[in-house]
């Protein structure tokens, strides 16, 4: 188990410490649940109360706010909490699980792909015909990655992810586990007696860009022709659905079990809520917001907030939510059967 | 093929005979669908008219209502015809795939990890450092487990599941296909040129109780700090998103594609319907009930059922749905243009 | 890379040439992206207009439009614009991953299974006692199939995919990565002291006909009793979940993240847009269309569109929607407090 200082933790931080500055911190926990030897953190007002009940030796203090550290306890008063406490995080990170570099001897690995310097393979792993990965990525266990894709460097792809032929992922991606990267698009024809129906081909790819994270469970498309991409830094949380010939922009997220149908444009930077869906062919133009479970059927310019279903401006859905409260009694009062 | 006399049947469901007790039963099917050998079930006054026509050679029958067997038929009247379907679906309940106990030759597990009396770890699967399988537990074939994630007795992980490191799971659950136990939870920060997101590190673990059953494709994140918890008894469906640092009381159920943002807290007995959702840093009471495709977005009482988008009391939810059929007739009567 | 003259690719659709026939054409992509060499598409009026300016060499044009190939250029005519797409990304198909036929010395394949005459079954594959895979089928690496279950001919497993016990698959089926079949359906009732859950067995199976495509991360549950049933030709896209004891008729679609929560009946060519879901027990008839995030809560007739949250009649549901943009102005107006 790690331990470190208050005072060291400080000084990591660039915090200005108050109270005893030899407690030892070993891990970090929530203001309410925190024991002995732990850190926590003082964000915003509200959290001042808990303080003096807390079980916490130490916080991390946003420099706004005036806490008193207290008997034998500490406080570190910092610019930025959300900044310190990923910094803190940082330090008490442990080691990620081991995936020695190399190709464990139960991978699989065709002899024409190539496997760059400090690669690791995992055990199960298969790798395909003329696949590329990058120096210093890691399959974890029992990872596939089918005919001719390429993973760039400092790429995590996690146990029981799927990336399909063709398709190329950057540098500095996390692929979570049980992805699936480079499936058919979903495009099907009527078929000539018009009582079936007939698959179009889906002959494109997948683009990822680099400092990509793509959440477990998550699917992403291979186009119908082209590709379906995904810009440098795009976030993506569990679950997610990308659709046949989407192209995401840089510094998108996108929340927990979001969808996109296909052809989609999202610009850079645009957040989506969880479980919000934008329907095909639909542009959602750069900075733009889309609340939670919206169902987005139009285009939205740039830095607009849409939510509800069908998604407007976030204020008249705010109106319409408060006001449909008053429905029954409105219909109550003006209809008479 | 399994086989019991109505007669063996009635005795182990503690039922009262009636007609012919000789009746070869092989299996169990709806009242329209059953044909002669099978068993089919009686619970309410609806499914006796379909009686006469039934293919079935006998019928569990709850004790309320009155049904004739019939010539060369058989009926077995029980207090709880819920109970008693269970009670004939474990007399007619194949063997479950098989998978040895030991460890498969074509699984590689690390000379660190510990595998207790009787348990089975299949074909495909990676079982990391100093990782603990207890005893009676299988794993599946192509299972992934890492490293330090200890699992208790008794419990069944199928196949394509992965789990990460230092998670804790109890005994006696069923974790379905293709669950991912443990990936990083969601988390950014603004880049210091506000143009691009940090990662956040995920430093927690995920625990889970005893007796928890978990569906195929389900995500359960791991705590930012702290640990992501599900108690004891709590039932998840398919395609379940759980956040990092949500935390789940004991029996609560979730619907096939139910969602929990971050930090959500669940009390004891909580049921979500459907593809509901809910927001980050909500707290929903013990027993309170979440209908299908809700939203919920602010905390519910105990014991209280909420529905809608935003969710709230369903009686309120259901008349707001009435009164919405006369919305577009409404607006036509007041509003000229 | 594949090339063809648009001389060749005209006689392959069955189109009149217009404008240059020696061009060579190396790929496929749509009209505002497209450069020399590539092939585009010219399937609605709108689209027109973007030919001059775009570096596109041809384009297949549907013959109710005039489009002058112009300079060095070519079209085709064509009377299914669609049809003649997809013939052409059939033209231009890579060939699919490697994976010979017969068993990878990765695989593990139980001495009791049947293997069909030029099935391929790749590394890390695992097919249990007893299974039958028909003859050409591909099982695409870390595929898993339990006991007992069987796959029809020609039909393509993708990796990732966990087949459960007892399943059939038909022919010409295709299960894209990740796919959960036959796992448990969702079913408790409440335990002796009321205060927790007992599992109810799922002891059915799962039975998909031919020609079926199911995509990443779906899952299909085994029935209570009895079986799951998809109809032949049923298209099945990403991230679905389809609760057990469900019924689907011939050439279904269900779009990205639908759901059919237990024993709902679709009949045949049933359409459900995206997140569209259905309640158990409900009944959509054939021909009948689910607009995107709608959410059916009772039976559809055949043949009727539906749309909203509760699913009305789609003509209905666009009024309410229209309507409710008024709401708050006639609450204001009507109610005073």
């Not at 610009?267 to 987005?296: E, N």
């Amino acid at each position: 188990m790690k331990k470190y200082t208050i005072e060291a933790i400080s000084r990591a931080v660039g915090g200005k410490l108050s109270g005893n500055p030899t407690i030892e911190i070993t891990g970090v926990e929530e203001i309410s649940r925190a024991v002995k030897t732990q850190l926590t953190f003082i964000g915003q007002k509200k959290y001042i109360k808990l303080w003096d009940r807390s079980g916490a030796s130490a916080a991390i203090v946003n420099q706004r706010l005036d806490v008193d550290p207290g008997q034998g306890r500490a406080t570190v008063s910092v610019a930025d909490a959300d900044l310190a406490m990923a910094q803190v995080l940082n330090l008490f990170a442990p080691a990620p699980p081991a995936c020695e570099a190399g190709i464990h001897p139960a991978a699989v690995v065709d002899a024409t792909a190539s496997i760059g310097p400090g690669a690791a393979i995992g055990a199960g792993c298969y790798v395909g015909p003329g696949v590329v990965i990058g120096a210093g990525s890691t399959l974890y266990p029992n990872v596939t990655v089918l005919d001719h894709t390429r993973i760039g460097s400092q790429t995590v792809v996690w146990s029981g992810t799927v990336i399909r032929d063709r398709c190329l992922i950057g540098d500095h991606c996390i692929i979570h586990p049980n992805v699936t990267i480079g499936a058919d698009g979903f495009g099907y024809r009527p078929s000539p007696d018009g009582r079936g129906l007939v698959k179009i081909p889906q002959i494109g790819t997948v683009e990822i860009g680099n400092g990509v994270e793509i959440g477990p469970g998550s699917c992403v498309d291979r186009g119908k022709f082209s590709a379906t991409t995904i810009g440098d830094g795009t976030k993506i949380d569990n679950l997610v659905q990308i659709g046949h010939n989407c192209t995401l922009g840089r510094s998108c997220v996108m929340a927990g079990q979001a969808g996109l149908a296909g052809s989609v444009t999202l610009g850079d930077g645009v957040v989506m809520g969880g479980r919000s869906l934008v329907k095909d062919h639909v542009t959602v133009c750069a900075g733009a917001r889309i609340g939670g479970s919206a169902g987005v059927v139009s285009d939205v310019p740039a830095g607009k907030t849409v939510l509800g279903l069908p998604a407007e401006d976030h204020r008249q859905t705010l109106r319409i939510w408060a006001a449909q409260k008053h429905l029954p009694d409105l219909v109550k009062q003006l209809i008479r059967k």
